[in-house]
């Protein structure tokens, strides 16, 4: 027995030692590849899971080290563009498969958004790596608010800004305002009601008095726009025309009077059909121009 189990131990030595070879060859290869032109080949994750045995978390940092020095190593650089298309799909490619071998690993997903939005105009590939992210530390509610941003800023979809930021106001150490800028995008998207149930939830959820007044006077503001858009959507399909005015939904019965906007502006009309307020810059996010 005792001669079996150390073969067995010598035998698993073996493999260790060909297997630190092989992850130091292929991290040779890695670096050989970066510097000349062609495809970004990147060792598939499922291969990698296998190779690395229980040194996941090692070649994990090796990976998101390889891609830091490599990224560092084209500051310098004179041409333009300073970064090649296939290079910056290596690095995708390279921080997605450090992030497969250890999801709850942080570091590659800060970079990749890091890198990938303000530079390589890659969006899609940073939301994806942060989403993956997100999925695993559920606790952390940076990698869905980043989310968030990026669909906000970058591709202006907000409706989906609107999703990951509520999701990360919901995680634990998140800033409350959150759930104000979530609504703030999700009104814009016409998703009014939405927006009421969300902000109400967050009520329920903050102890700061500061927060819960602000709250309340968001979703009384909302509400009002909420009375006014079901009424024109219902003249609307009445009628079959949009009505002009606040003053027609009045004489047909459909409101009594125009809601009180508790930030002191007027609701208004649009041709549209749209509903507004003179005071909109309180529900809706700002953007430099």
């Given amino acids: ?3 079996r189990t150390v073969a067995i131990a010598a035998f698993l ?18 670096k050989q590849l970066s510097r000349g032109e062609g495809s970004a080949i990147v060792l598939p994750s499922p291969f990698l899971k296998i190779a690395a045995l229980e040194f996941k978390g090692l ?39 450090s992030s497969d071998l250890d999801p709850y690993f942080l570091d590659p997903y800060l970079f990749g958004n890091a890198i990938f939005t303000w530079e390589a105009g ?7 790596l942060l989403t993956k992210g997100s999925g695993h530390r559920t606790w952390d509610w940076m ?6 941003f990026n669909y906000f800023y970058f591709l202006q979809e907000n409706e989906k800004a609107a999703e990951f930021l509520m999701e990360a106001s919901r995680r634990p150490s998140a800033d409350p305002m959150l759930a104000s800028i979530a609504s703030k995008l999700a009104f814009k998207e016409r998703k009014t009601e939405t927006s009421i149930q969300f902000l109400e939830e967050m009520l329920q959820r903050t102890d700061d008095e500061l927060s819960k007044q602000r709250f309340r006077k968001r979703i009384e503001a909302l509400r009002g726009i909420l009375l006014l858009e079901q009424a024109v959507a219902t003249y609307q399909k009445r009628y079959h025309v949009k009505p002009r005015s606040f003053e027609m939904l009045i004489a047909k019965g459909l409101i009594q009077n125009v809601p009180e906007d508790p930030y002191g502006g007027k609701f208004y009309l649009e041709p549209s059909g749209s509903v507004k307020s003179t005071t909109e810059r309180e529900l809706m996010p700002h953007r430099k121009k």
């Fill in 1 to 3: 027995m005792i001669r």
């Fill in 13 to 30: 030595l073996f493999l260790t030692f060909l297997h630190v070879i092989a992850l130091g060859r292929s991290t040779v290869e890695r």
């Fill in 59 to 97: 070649v994990s940092d090796i990976l998101f080290l390889d891609s830091i020095a490599f990224y560092g190593g084209t500051l310098n650089r004179a041409e333009r563009p300073r970064v090649k298309e296939w290079e910056w799909q290596w690095l995708d490619k390279s921080l997605s498969a």
């Fill in 122 to 128: 890659m969006i899609r590939e940073a939301n994806d």
């Fill in 143 to 148: 990698l869905p608010f980043f989310t968030g």
